[in-house]
Structure formats: C-alpha cells, structure tokens
C-alpha cells in the first residue's frame, strides 16, 4: 500500500444524474451479451421445446453423492442439537457460538475448493444444504447463502486473481464471513447512479461512500464493494469490484437494521470515508464490476429457490400434522375440500419447486448449459410460490396461523411459529431482484434473439442505413423461424410416450402442452414486438405475463423430468407421477389465464389512473385516515464524508 498523499482525492458528492436511456445502456453493457452453451428456457421462450437438453435427468457423479450426504449428516445434527430458531427470532440475533459451530462444521465452505480449506460441494449439495440450515432457522440459511453466494468467494472463483484466490479464499473457507455491498440509499435496481466512488491515488484506490442493506455487512470480516472508478488518464473508469478488509479504517457500520421478518439478519448501513484499498484488491479490470454482479448471480440466484423448497417442505409438514388433528363439523379439515385444495397446492408446489431447484442446480454443476435464465426463473418462480404457500398454510391454521409460537406455547400449544414463515418468506420477492426487476431481467434475455436481427429497426437512434441492414437480416431470421411456430410435436398424439408408463399418472399429455405452449409463448412475443416496437419496454405488465407463463412451463417441465426419474430410480415414482400430474393441471390454469391476460387486460386504464395518482385527482380518498408514519425524508441523506454515529460492527469471535 503506497502512502498516503498529501492532498487527498476528491470524491462526488452525489447520486449521478442520467437519463432513462443512460440507465438502460449501464444495464445492458453489463449483461453477457453471446450465448456459448445451449439454453432450454431461452429456447423455451423461442418456440422450441427442447427436451433433450433437460431428459434424461442429469446425475451427480458418486464422489459428489458420497462427500454430499456426509456433510448433511453432520450439518443436520448440528441444527438438530445445536440451533434454537425461536431463540434467534425473540433475541434477533445469531449466538456467536452458532456462527462459530458453523465454521467448525466448514459451512463457510461449502462451495469453496478443497485445495483452499473449503468443501467442495456441488451447487446441488450446497443448495439442500442452505434449506436445510434455513429451515432450523431461515436468518442462519440467510448469513450462508449472503456469505457464498454473492459474498467474496463467488466472485473470486470467477473472477479473482491466484493471488486473490490464494489469499482470501483459506479465510473465507473457514473463519471470515463475507458481505456484498452494492444498495445505496438512493440507488436500488438502477446502478447507473451509483454514488460511492474509488478514486486511484498511486497504488490504492480511496473509496468515499454509503451503501445500505448490507446482508452480513454488520459481522463481516471482507467485503465486496461496489464503487465508481472517475475516468482518468490511464483508467478506463466505471462500476469496479474491490474486496475490501471490514475493519480498514473510514469504515463505519452506522447502523443495524431490523425487519418484519429475518429477524437476526445482519444487515445495516455502511459509510466509507477516505478508505484506502490496494490496487491488488480489485476483482477483474475496471468497469467490470456489474457484469461480475450478474454473473455472481447466475448460478448465486439458486441458494434462495432452495431454501423456497425448505420452506415448503416445512409448510407441508405443518398442514398434514395440523389438519389430521383439528376437527370441524364432523371431519378433520383436511376432509374439507377448501382446505383440501390448499394442502394439495402446497403438496404439488413444493414437489414442482424442488424440480426445478434441483435441475437447475445439477445443469449449473455440469456446466453444459447456460442456465442464467433458467436461474432468474427459479429465483422468480420459488419466491412467489413460496410466499403463496406460507400464505396457505396460516390460512389453513386460522387464527393460530396468526399467533405467534410463543404465544401457542405460552398457553400450553405446540409452538408452530407460521406467522414467521410467512414474515420471513415475504422478503424473497425483493431479494437479489425483485420480482418486478425478475420479469424485466427475463425478458430481456427471452427477447435477445429477436433484438440481435431486429433491433435496429425498432431503436428511433439509428439510421436509415442500419434499419435497412437489420430489415434484411431480420426478413431471413423470420422467413425460418417463424413456419416453425406452427406446428410441432405438440400436435401428434403419441409424442413423449415414455412419460406415460403402465400403471402411473399420464404426463405426456402436459410435455405435449408445454411444446404447443412454447409455439404460443414465441408467437405471441412476436406479434407484441411488431405491434409496440420501440414502445415494447414500456410493457411492462405484458413482458411480466410472457415470463410467468416461461415460468410455469419450464416448472411443468421439470416437475416431469424429476418425476420419470424418481420412477427409473424406483424412488416413489408412482407417487411423484402423482404430484407431477397434480401440479402440471393447476399450472395450466395458471398459463390458461395468462394467455388470456395478455390481451385482455386494465393495463391502459391503471396507467390513467397512476396519472390522477401522481397529480393528486384521487386526494379526496385518502381522507378520513390518520397517517401513523414518522417524520424525515424518504430517503436518507448519503453524501460522503466522515461517520458521526457509533461504529456497531462486531465481527464473530
């Protein structure tokens, strides 16, 4: 580390200001633009259902299998005997003895090499281990997963250096925790604005800055931060990956946040002032720093589904247990059909999420694949649908659905702590993309193949020459593509005959739906592209309903896969047909009204009526109310400079 200049760089004093076009361009050059491996949902999106790519399952080799298992063994008894879920919600906090077993066990590890003091595990064992944890305590499955999978050692084991890998990684194996820090306060899925800066001095950088909901941020020992490197003479600039030591000096945690849920989350607020980081420090080159973000979380975005399936596994418990027991007008209530209906949904959910879950993971572990869509779609799908199922199962419990477990136990009940499943579950529909951000992300990579031959026509910058170009390559590009969006496999009644075996539920007829409805999807995409053209991202609401019904499809197609596995391996293959069939009907419900909604729709109207909003026509209907909220700005003051608060870092001893 070079010494200290005499004259300290500056540092902006606030958030960039850039257009909407500026911010979108930020976003695109960061996205991988070229498509190496073969995708199964991006070819899902195009019209072409191609089942090969995902059947005959992939398998984990046996040494993967052997050191898998062990580590849940051993992982399971230290949850079993060691964590107290109830005693983390009440204190809101992680006992450092549990952080510090955790280490024992190699947790921190998981996912790191073995030649670095890590695990080795695949992102299959990883995963179930993560719902695992998260299921004894979903704060604990929290700090694992913020550690491994966006934390320092993702992105060091894609992008770091030997000598970054050398030197941090036998840390982040065994004692240091790590955190990602990239939120602002005011900068959330926008990081065109990104306000902390780096700025070089000799041999350093000098990072000035504040970052927000920093998930591990308040016990880490490394971080990785996102700042602005200034272009300069012999520095390209931009967004930059540095690993940053937690306890360098000008950083200040200066505060802990708390949540309606994850309530021992170590999560809060970090100010940098004049914090002096090695050059050696940064991941990658300069500039690089969100196509790492986005990379990290190709493959990162599946620790969350995972513990999505925890959840629903544990939802499923709950509800047979419970609904056994309870009895009303004469029958238990899950002889009720309303309730029966739910227990259903939670039953075939949990099995479709945990396909997809596993798929996903295993094709990521093969590395044959692209699986950046097929990540994002198990992130989107798994949040919604688990916080669908928590929802169910306090519905289904009632007004002790509502009580808290202390309270049940309080009075002599079990403690079944399911209004904290659902506060807890609620926060995965914002997590490392809302679900909003999900749809716009998603489509984006589902429209890709038509943006490379079409994209100049529709874009109102380019010139005349350019358009006419992209004319003629687009008008080649669609003279193929489209005649085969008009019939396929779908169509021909004996197709995917192997998913029909004697004695088990029929699910060719699904795949053969999937395939028409892969055609449909495309068409439709299509036909909206040349209706709206430029205006296409403006649609927010009808590219959301393309996805959900990607989603559902490759959820459906998954849920198949995972069935007819089972049944090779002699695994409960009857039953899985079963929950397969069970899951694949209500989702064709789903996709049915999803096609109806791409067409039909209040999109126009809720536009009109965000308008009167925003000009204040509605006033008159928020009155009659007194407003509980508190005073202060909406968002909080970020400008650089030194901390005046209480430093409440307190790294794990």
Known sequence: MSAPSAQRPSAPQQTPKVTEREARQVAEDAREQDWRKPSFAKELFLGRFRLDLIHPHPQPAAEDVRRGEEFLSRL????????????????????????????????????????????????????????????????????????????????????????????????????????????????????ARLATSAVPDGDDYVLDGVKLWTTNGVVADLLVVMA?????????????????????????????????????????????????????????????????????????????????????????????????????????????????????????????????????????????????????????????????????????????????????????????????????????????GSTEIMHLLIAREAVDAHLKVAGDIIDPDKPLSAKARAGANAAGFYAKWLPKLVTGPGQLPRTYGDFHPSGHADLSGHLRYVERSSRKLARSTFYAMSRWQGRMETKQGFLGRIVDIGAELFAMSAACVRAEHLRGEGDHGREAYQLADTFCRQSRLRIEELFTRLWSNTDDLDRKVVDGVLAGTYTWLEEGIVDPSGDGPWIADAAPGPSTRENVHRPIR
């Not at 990883?126 to 305590?137: I, K, P």
């Not at 000598?163 to 306060?185: G, M, N, V, W």
């Not at 238990?332 to 309730?339: D, L, N, Q, S």
């Open 76 to 191: 399971r008894a230290f949850c079993e005997t060691s964590v107290d879920g109830a005693l983390i919600e009440r204190e809101a906090r992680i006992p450092d003895e549990v952080v510090n077993g955790l280490k024992e066990l190699g947790a921190l590890g998981m996912k790191i090499d073995v030649k670095y003091g890590g695990l080795g595990l695949t992102q299959v064992y990883y995963n179930r281990a993560l719902a695992l944890a998260g299921s004894a305590s979903p704060a604990i499955g929290a700090l694992l997963s913020a550690h491994q999978s966006i934390g320092v050692p993702q992105p060091l084991k894609i992008f770091g250096s030997q000598e970054q890998k050398d030197a941090f990684l036998p840390r982040l194996a065994r004692t240091d925790i790590s955190a990602f820090l990239l939120t602002e306060p005011d900068v959330g899925s926008d990081p």
């Open 228 to 432: 602005r490197v200034p272009k300069s003479e012999g520095h390209k600039g931009g967004i930059t990956a540095f690993v940053v030591e937690a306890d360098a000096p000008g950083i200040t945690v200066e505060h802990r946040n708390a949540f309606m849920g994850l309530r021992g989350l170590e999560n809060g607020v970090t100010r940098f002032h004049q914090v002096r980081v090695p050059a050696a420090n940064r991941i990658g080159p300069e500039g690089a720093g969100l196509k790492i973000a986005l990379t990290t979380l190709n493959t990162g975005r599946l620790s969350l589904p995972a513990m999505c399936v925890g959840s629903g596994k544990w939802c499923l418990k709950i509800a047979r247990e419970w609904s056994a027991v309870r009895e009303q007008w004469g029958r238990p209530v899950a002889r009720h059909e309303a309730v029966g209906a739910k227990i259903s949904f939670i039953a075939a959910t949990t099995f479709a999420l945990e396909a997809v879950v596993d798929l996903s993971s295993q094709m990521a572990d093969e590395d044959r694949n692209d699986i950046r869509i097929e990540a994002a779609l198990a992130k989107l799908y798994g949040s919604e649908m688990g916080c669908l199922m928590a929802d169910e199962l306090v519905q289904i419990r009632g007004g002790r659905g509502f009580e808290t477990a202390d309270s049940l136990a309080a009075r002599g009940e079990r403690a079944v702590p399911a209004e904290q499943m659902l506060r807890d579950m609620r926060i995965n529909r914002i997590f490392e």
